[in-house]
């Protein structure tokens, strides 16, 4: 099976922590050149510092926030004029949690725009060189809500939905170019957003977060949460010449908690 991604460059959205970073760390061992995107100049520097450079790849970092669709626009603009972009995961920080009738329409367009306009942005931009190449990978990191919605992550939910729907349509378009499009859908994995996402449910409830937690995990097949380094080999898989013919699928890695087929 050939996973080697030598010579290929990925821009990894999201990826100063958690499960961007994780995917990167992955694109990088199989020899991927990186990119990571994120807000914080800081944590980016030393997010590059972990990656993978056995290989002789080069990694870099561009700082732009996703709320910003301009400084986006920017910023990637910027990247593809000197370098071809081959894998792209679009990922980024996910909408705070509540119901839909208490969630403001700010709320609601600033995550469209984060998460579904930004993707937009980025897919138009790299394609380009993606097609240039005959080799293209488009990986978006959604969740399983696009599945079977989880109440209290109204927002979230609703844009996720939105992007799965533009992620098969990009996937019927690009195709005949040797392009794939896919989703990874993250069950319960550790990372900070995890954490603050139990923190926030347990306050609610006034118990614990280790009840919290517990209850959580009982919930799933495989009674433990996710670790990000196990979302980051389902995204280097799809990323590599060996996934050349999966293309326009949602992939749950949940430890098997969805209901659904
Ligand atoms: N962890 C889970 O259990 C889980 C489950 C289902 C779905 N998901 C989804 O998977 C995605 C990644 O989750 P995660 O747990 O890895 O999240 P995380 O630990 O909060 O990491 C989010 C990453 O996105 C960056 N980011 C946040 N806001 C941004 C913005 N406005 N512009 C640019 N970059 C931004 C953050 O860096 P900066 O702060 O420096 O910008 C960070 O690198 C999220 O959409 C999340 O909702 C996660």
Not at 172 to 199: A, D, H, M
């Amino acid at each position: 099976m050939n996973l080697s991604l030598e010579g290929k460059n990925a821009v990894i959205c999201g990826s100063s922590q958690g499960i961007g970073l994780a995917i990167a760390a992955e694109l990088a061992l199989l020899g991927a050149n990186c990119t990571l995107m994120a807000r914080n100049e800081e944590t980016l520097q030393a997010a590059v510092k972990t990656l993978d450079i056995a290989l002789r790849q080069q990694h870099g970092y561009l700082v732009a926030d996703f709320t910003n669709t301009e400084n986006v626009k920017q910023a990637i603009r910027q990247h593809v004029q000197h370098t071809p972009v081959h894998i792209l995961v679009n990922n980024t920080g996910g909408p705070a949690p509540g119901s839909v009738l208490t969630a403001t329409e700010e709320a609601f367009t600033q995550a469209f725009k984060q998460h579904l306009i930004v993707n937009q942005i980025l897919a138009q931009a790299v394609v380009p060189s993606m097609k240039e190449a005959g080799y293209g990978r488009i990986i978006n990191i959604i969740s399983t809500s696009i599945r079977i919605p989880i109440t209290g992550l109204a927002v979230s939910g609703t844009v996720r939905g939105a992007v799965a729907v533009w992620s098969k349509i990009l996937a019927n378009e690009v195709g005949q170019f040797n392009i794939t499009v896919n989703n990874i859908l993250p069950g319960s994995t550790k990372t900070q957003r995890l954490e603050s996402l139990i923190q926030n449910t347990a306050q609610k409830r006034g118990v614990s977060r280790e009840v919290v937690e517990h209850e959580m995990q009982q919930d799933i097949p495989m009674k433990r949460f996710g670790e990000a380094s196990e979302l980051g080999a389902v995204a280097a898989f799809l990323a590599s010449p060996a996934a050349s013919y999966v293309n326009g699928v949602s992939i749950p890695v949940d430890g098997g908690k969805t209901g659904a087929l």
